[in-house]
């Protein structure tokens, strides 16, 4: 179960550090802005077409959503060995950088929100007889 969703999660990587590669030379940056960020919204934005759209296996969903549980941790361990304070002298690059992601990130999420009409899942048992008439062995 869990392969199965390495593939994807590595095209997402990849153009997350391209794109992360660009951004950072359009603002002048010699290095990768936001590419780990842009490819775990790669990352959900896919898993989501796949699931509408009928692309995604069981298994596939299953590894999809274990590489993306694991995928938050590696990006905090990541972000913790950067300097912040280095950063903020840098230059307003790395202010922009975090209020652009927020922004990005905040827009995402109520985009998701807004378009998951929150169908009940499949797995839930029905309770055909309420509790309380099954008191007093009847």
């Known amino acids: 179960m869990i392969i199965y969703g390495v593939a994807l999660l590595a095209i997402c990587t990849l153009a997350g550090v391209i794109l992360g590669d660009m951004l950072g030379v ?6 990768n802005v936001g590419g780990v960020g842009i490819a775990m919204i790669l990352l959900i934005c896919a898993r989501l077409w796949m699931q509408r759209h009928g692309g995604m296996t ?7 959503g274990f590489w ?3 995928y938050i941790p590696v990006v905090v361990a990541m972000a913790a060995q950067q300097n912040v304070v280095t950063a903020l002298h840098g ?6 950088a975090a209020i652009g992601s927020v922004v990005v990130c905040g827009c995402t ?3 998701i929100s807004r378009t998951n009409k929150g169908e009940p899942l499949p ?16």
Request: with cysteine; glycine share 14%.
């Open 109 to 111: 999420i109520a985009l």
């Open 68 to 70: 993306g549980a694991m």
């Open 123 to 138: 797995d839930e048992p029905v309770d055909i007889v309420p509790p309380a008439a099954t008191v007093g062995g009847r």
């Open 91 to 96: 230059g307003p690059v790395a202010v922009l």
């Open 26 to 31: 359009l603002l002048g940056v010699k290095s």
């Open 58 to 64: 069981k298994d596939c969903e299953m590894g999809v």
